[in-house]
């Protein structure tokens, strides 16, 4: 974290240095920023599938020192101090909205990625497909020209993002096609917002200071959205856990299987699902295999069956992808 804010606030005179103006230098560092955020999870989900979850962690660290590399080929530049300089108007406003934009941005980020990769079980990699429209979204929307502090652009910004939560919210259950065109409006609009705060918030006349606060504010805005929303979603996912039981009885009384099979089964998944962790998802297919040679339907059941239970937990994430678009 202390690394983490020396590096996001020092970037700026290394870049002054690297491209030779303070202006543009401002407008990288904002693109940069506002890109890493979304870029980060879609890149962790192929190092996961090609690697191991431990390797998103290390795969960082050479990154993180190439910091130290710029920072030694670059020319020394130290970024006047201004006493008493006031920041320019609307600073102040574009930093709280700049929290609350990034506090929103747990909702399409952390929320969505549990949901693609734990939720619906798609593989990390695929699962890494689904939410990289979130980043290309927010790339193609720092393409789109605005006049700096357009209203219609934020305005737009914050309906897109708010518009791509609410798709996420009323997912009925699996649905990776709904789910992509949710992130990709939650792309368009963090990348419009973005463009049109970062350089409300920290002017090329601010330098390093107006940088700090801006960094400080997006950060504390994800603490916020964390605060905020976990809890709700810890609360959600236990109770549709237990509620998921009725769906999937149904589902296993209605299947097209001999009643010897169905006694069978479901005395096995109760002895699988007491005898498992309760801070994990409990792996029933040897429990369904056990009993595909002797009727063929059982597949069909057991997909019957994890479709059910995945559509009620789908569910119970709504009221955490709403509080993510009220902050949008």
Not at 77 to 100: C, E, F, I, M, Q
Request: a negative charge; aromatic letters at 4%; charged letters at 10%.
């Amino acid at each position: 974290g202390v690394g983490g804010a020396a590096l996001a606030v020092g970037a700026i005179a290394v870049l002054d240095g690297l491209v030779g103006g303070l202006g543009r230098a401002t407008r990288l560092w904002a693109i940069a920023g506002s890109v890493g955020a979304v870029i980060g999870p879609a890149l962790g989900g192929f190092v996961t599938q090609l690697a191991d979850w431990r390797a998103v962690f290390l795969i960082q660290a050479p990154i993180a020192l190439g910091a130290v590399v710029a920072a030694l080929i670059t020319p020394t530049v130290v970024l006047p101090a201004r006493a008493g300089h006031r920041r320019g108007p609307g600073a102040l406003t574009a930093d709280l909205a700049l929290a609350a934009l990034y506090a929103s941005l747990v909702g399409a980020l952390f929320l969505g990625v549990i949901l693609v990769v734990t939720v619906w079980g798609i593989e990390p990699a695929l699962g890494a497909v689904l939410v990289s429209a979130l980043p290309v979204g927010t790339l193609l929307a720092t393409r789109v020209s605005f006049p700096p502090r357009s209203g219609p652009a934020v305005i737009g910004g914050g309906i897109l993002l708010a518009g791509g939560l609410a798709t996420l919210a009323v997912l009925p259950g699996v649905a990776p096609a709904w789910a992509m065109l949710g992130f990709a409006l939650c792309g368009l609009g963090f990348g419009l917002l973005s463009n049109q705060l970062g350089p409300v918030a920290v002017a090329p006349e601010d330098g390093q200071r107006a940088a700090s606060l801006s960094s400080t504010a997006r950060h504390l805005g994800l603490v916020l959205g964390l605060v905020l929303i976990a809890p709700v979603l810890a609360g959600h996912v236990e109770t549709a856990a237990e509620q998921a039981a009725i769906p999937a009885t149904a589902t296993l009384l209605d299947a097209s299987v001999d009643s010897v099979t169905k006694v069978g089964l479901a005395l096995d998944i109760r002895d699988e699902l007491a005898g498992s962790s309760s801070n994990e998802i409990p792996d029933l297919d040897p429990v369904f295999a056990r009993y595909a040679d002797r009727d063929g339907d059982v597949l069909t059941l057991a997909d019957d069956l994890e479709t059910s239970v995945r559509e009620v937990i789908t569910r119970s994430f709504r009221t955490a992808f709403a509080i993510s678009a009220v902050l949008a």
